[in-house]
């Protein structure tokens, strides 16, 4: 039977299949790094579902949140159409999946709390779950038909979940704390050059003044004294730190603290009083857990007096991974911007079958211009009001000179607080921060994008399938901002990784980020546009190397200005070359 859901294979498509495929045969771990737009979930998944059948080994294909969950649904729900029968469960956070549409608006311990409570005492319609075929078109189809058949779509999947052939899932239900068992599974990880991220996410724990307060206020309110006590000890420690604090004298302050009798005892009275029976000592608990596992963090206190938070971060995500994924038959890994041997290094994955389709593979070179300016650098020691206005000059080259929407990714906030003050911008224009980007309304426009934010991750600026934006400036690199305890994973890794360590988690970052700003604009072989890299370093070998299907062929100038004939040269010869 063919599998493949679409009447023929795209470009590059057929190989992304065959690698997916020939490797899951070999047992081997596998690592696509494929373009948006070539059909990348597609094809991994037919590869993916071929072996299943043939095999019998079940898969579980992961993504970073919720909304990416869509595409693998889509593309499952179209091989099943050509005649496939397996067993499949899609699951993601349970007050996502909860039938209760008021319950969604509580936060989320809260809402736990009165989703226990409501199974405890039998007052949930739709719990224990019962059994049904929920088809599958949509994720939110998936879940109103389960709530349609009164069966609670989150307890529905959480119970099929360890027998079905076929799982898809948010990252949390296999890196998360909860995480299924993927022993002898092939495993599908989407988005992977975030995996690193993701995983310090779930892991990191936070503890703030304010949760502190509240569980010291209850233990207290309900006779707990003594823990009352301790709590208060945990908050003036809180209070008077600031920057890094010695994990183990957080252990100290919480290891002696009966937590277990004073949860149980005040969720038993809370209950009896009617009220959402949720204790903020569960944070207290968690972050005591959490110190007791064998999990190394590094920790910190941050905010200003009376908001501080703590805040503890896991040290070695590579490690977290390798475990979550004990077992694996074989795991995938694809993206779009997939620094393969960086990622392979960083992880310590060493027997690896690989699939790199450059950018330069995918977009043909006759559409885009990538340019070089080396006047200018964000490099720390070389910040200033000089500097920040030549950027700024730039930028109005650019925004000049493009015909359509213009998006700058700046380093990070401060910088592009420093250029923001020398540009004035006549056109439509938003900058990262708390502003809704309504850039659909315009034929020019200007975003001004912080690397790692949400301008630059996973949002189209497509208007009727075609792409708005026609130029992208990309201010500096965009190392992350070095802290301690990034420098202490670099210090992690060293023993590994010796003098590529720092390469492992700064200069990862910064190709990643690169990857993802110029994606915005070429998210398909027929896209066009420019590329303009404002920073002298990516003419020097250590960028160069990693983004060299980008790099080469760049002009390297002084000012952007002086590549302004080029730049309109291109924009007014308006032939598109496909693949
Ligand atoms: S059991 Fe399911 S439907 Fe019932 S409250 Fe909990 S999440 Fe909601």
């Not at 499949?88 to 608006?105: A, E, F, G, N, T």
């Not at 360890?162 to 990880?189: H, M, N, P």
Request: glycine content about 6%.
């Amino acid at each position: 039977m063919d599998l493949f859901p679409y009447a023929s294979f795209r470009p590059f498509q057929k190989e992304v299949y065959d690698t997916v495929y020939n490797g899951l045969r070999e047992g081997k771990t596998v690592l696509i790094n494929a373009p948006t737009g070539l059909g990348k979930t597609a094809a991994v998944l037919t590869a993916a579902v071929r072996y299943l059948l043939e095999t019998d080994t079940p898969i579980h294909y992961v993504v970073r949140t919720r909304t990416e969950l869509e595409p693998p649904v889509r593309e499952l729900s179209k091989i099943l159409a050509r005649g496939v029968y397996l067993d499949y469960v899609v699951i993601k956070s349970r007050q996502d999946m909860c039938c209760y549409p008021q319950l969604k608006k509580l936060n989320y311990p809260e809402f736990l709390a009165e989703c226990n409570l409501l199974k405890r005492m039998g007052r949930c319609a739709y719990y224990p779950p019962k059994e049904a075929e929920a088809p599958l078109k949509s994720v939110s189809t998936y879940v109103k038909y389960l709530c349609a058949s009164q069966s609670c779509p989150y307890e529905y999947a959480k119970r099929k979940m360890k027998d079905a052939k076929l799982v898809i899932s948010t990252y949390y239900y296999i890196f998360g704390k909860e995480r299924a068992d993927v022993g002898g599974r092939v495993v599908i990880v989407d988005e992977a050059h975030s995996l690193f991220d993701a995983v310090v996410h779930i892991h990191s724990i936070s503890l703030s003044e304010a949760d502190l307060r509240a569980a010291y206020r209850e233990a207290k309110k309900y006779g707990f004294l003594e823990e009352a006590s301790k709590l208060y000890r945990l908050l003036t420690f809180i209070k008077r730190s600031s920057g890094s604090v010695d994990i183990g004298d957080v252990l100290g302050l919480v290891a002696d603290i009966d937590l277990d009798t004073a949860i149980w005892e005040i969720t038993k009275r809370k209950t009896e009083e009617r009220v959402n029976p949720y204790t903020p000592l569960l944070l207290v608990k968690e972050l005591r857990e959490a110190l007791r596992e064998r999990l190394r963090y590094y920790g910190e206190v941050k905010g200003e007096s009376s908001t501080k938070t703590l805040v503890l971060y896991p040290l070695d995500p590579a490690a977290l991974i390798k475990e979550s994924l004990r077992g694996a038959k074989s795991v995938v890994y694809i993206s779009g911007t997939l620094p393969i041997s960086l990622f392979a290094e960083s992880l310590g994955v060493f027997n690896y079958v690989k699939l790199d389709i450059s950018f330069s593979d995918f977009i043909p070179r006759q559409n885009y211009v990538s340019i070089i300016d080396v006047g200018v650098t964000t490099k720390f020691e070389e910040r200033d009001e000089e500097m920040y206005l030549r950027i700024a000059q730039r930028i109005a080259t650019a925004i000049n000179l493009s015909p359509g929407g213009v998006l700058a990714m700046f380093p990070s906030y401060e910088v592009m607080r420093g250029v923001r003050k020398y540009l004035k911008i006549s056109i439509p224009h938003w900058y990262e921060g708390s502003q809704e980007v309504e850039w659909d309304t315009a034929e020019k426009f200007f975003i001004g994008a912080v690397a790692r934010g949400r301008y630059v991750e996973g949002v189209e600026y497509v208007r009727d399938g075609k792409n708005l934006l026609t130029f992208v400036v990309v201010v500096g690199v965009p190392y992350p901002e070095p802290s301690p305890y990034l420098d202490k994973r670099v210090e992690m890794l060293k023993p590994r990784l010796r003098e590529k360590a720092w390469n492992a988690v700064y200069l990862y970052h910064a190709v990643v980020s690169v990857r993802q700003a110029i994606g915005r604009l070429f998210r398909s072989p027929q896209d066009r546009g420019v590329v303009a890299f404002l920073d002298r370093r990516y003419a020097e070998p250590e960028l160069w190397n990693e983004l060299r299907d980008i790099l080469t062929g760049s002009v390297i100038v002084n000012h952007l200005e002086e590549a302004e004939r080029l730049i309109t040269e291109f924009f007014t010869s308006a032939t598109t070359v496909s693949r």
